[in-house]
T-cell receptor
């Protein structure tokens, strides 16, 4: 089975802090994705990556950056957290040429 | 304009009844894929079923089937013989293959509650 692991289920941070959300997949997938989920809005794509050190902006990249130094790991970085970044963050991965994205359990981030 | 529209914010269904969750989509790309995911209260998004735009037959996976009506741009999920464990949020999503981006575009979801 595909396993996508997000390091934290719940995080509480203060405004202005630098926040790292970590995601690891164990299926040697080329593609990795970060989404945020807000009530009534569904999931929205923040960033994705095709390969190590590659990154592409999604629909809502403002206020976020990403890092992919190893194939299995994709990090989402909030340089200076703000209250409007309080949300559920979901990581996903997929294989090149496959359509299905597999998701982690999510990280619920609260910024106070 | 929304690319994925799910018109049912919530649904209550009796156990063992069949359920249809509505999804319409909007794209000018002739090559695309449609997905349904289930999200229980635990939070994890679980892949249910996939339909490609060129697939001739409707996709089926166990109790799940996708009623694909291409001309109407509709991709409804049908759950046969619903169970209490089917209670969850359900999301319809689309990927357009011509645009180069691999991300999925999601609808806002339908909250399904199965009643005993």
């Amino acid at each position: 089975d595909v396993k996508v692991t997000q390091s934290s289920r719940y995080l509480v941070k203060r405004t202005g802090e630098k926040v790292f959300l970590e995601c690891v997949q164990d299926m040697d997938h080329e593609n990795m994705f970060w989404y945020r989920q807000d009530p009534g809005l569904g999931l929205r794509l923040i960033y994705f990556s095709y390969d190590v050190k590659m990154k592409e902006k999604g629909d809502i990249p403002e206020g976020y950056s990403v890092s992919r130094e190893k194939k299995e790991r994709f990090s989402l970085i909030l340089e200076s957290a703000s209250t409007n970044q309080t949300s559920m963050y979901l990581c996903a991965s997929s294989s090149q040429g496959q359509n299905i994205q597999y998701f982690g359990a999510g990280t619920r981030l609260s910024v106070l | 304009a929304q690319k994925i529209t799910q018109t049912q914010p919530g649904m209550f269904v009796q156990e063992k009844e069949a359920v249809t969750l509505d999804c319409t989509y909007d794209t000018s790309d002739p090559s695309y894929g449609l997905f349904w995911y289930k999200q229980p209260s635990s939070g994890e998004m679980i892949f249910l079923i996939y339909q490609g735009s060129y697939d001739q037959q409707n996709a089926t996976e166990g109790r799940y089937s996708l009623n694909f009506q291409k001309a109407r741009k509709s991709a409804n999920l049908v759950i046969s013989a619903s169970q209490l464990g089917d209670s969850a949020m359900y999301f319809c999503a689309m990927r357009e293959f011509g645009g180069g981006a691999d991300g999925l575009t999601f609808g806002k979801g339908t909250h399904l509650i199965i009643q005993p």
